[in-house]
């Protein structure tokens, strides 16, 4: 549709299939005393690299939490990789980060860092829903991060494998069959890979 961050509409673009879920993860140093979506307003926060999906979940989130992220003027943009050293020195307050999980960044920085990851409560979930029908309710499991004890409620997107109108069928039949039928051919993908059904 070209809405948000997108400029134009992209007519040609084409769903072939639903991959695995990617949750969003608000991540906190451990001992910063911020519990809550709110506890972040006015710190330094980053969603990554500007105009990514992250970016644009994190406004989202904001935005049904009930208060405005300006990301262009409040955001930190950074590297995921730059991530797990800014936790360390303390120039960042929180991250949020769409992926799957578990995820190998909010690992580097857990391994520097304690943190915590904050949950979406749901009457926020509720209001995400409702706005961006595409963001749907998600658990990050117990045990999924370091001194992680209990499950985490968050919202999460599909990945989707997309392709061009154009794109051949032959070709997208191929690559549907090497996706979905053959499970060992994603084995080495991670737990992302092994989510796909």
């Known amino acids: 549709k070209g809405d948000g961050a997108f400029e134009a509409p992209f007519e040609g673009l084409r769903a072939v299939g639903a991959l695995y879920p990617e949750a969003i993860h608000v991540i906190v140093p451990a001992d910063s005393g911020m519990e809550t979506l709110g506890d972040l307003r006015g710190k330094r926060i980053s969603a990554g690299v500007f105009n990514t999906g992250s970016v644009i979940n994190a406004v989202q989130l904001f ?54 990851l904050l949950s979406v409560p749901p009457e926020v979930l509720e209001k995400l829903s409702g706005t ?32 061009r109108q154009e794109t051949p069928d032959d070709l997208v039949r191929q690559v549907m069959e090497l996706v979905w039928g053959a499970p060992a ?8 890979g092994s989510m796909v059904s």
């Open 63 to 116: 935005r049904a939490a009930g208060w405005q992220w300006n990301w262009q003027r409040d955001g930190l943009s950074m590297p995921l990789s730059e991530a797990p050293a800014a936790f360390a020195a303390g120039t960042l307050d929180a991250l949020v980060v769409t992926t799957a999980f578990p995820s190998p960044v909010v690992r580097r920085i857990a391994a520097i860092r304690p943190v915590r």
């Open 132 to 163: 961006a029908p595409q963001i749907v309710p998600l658990r990050i499991p117990a045990g999924t991060y370091a001194d992680q004890e209990d499950p985490v409620a968050t919202a999460g997107v599909t990945a989707l494998l997309v392709t």
């Open 185 to 192: 051919a994603l084995s080495g993908a991670g737990a992302a």
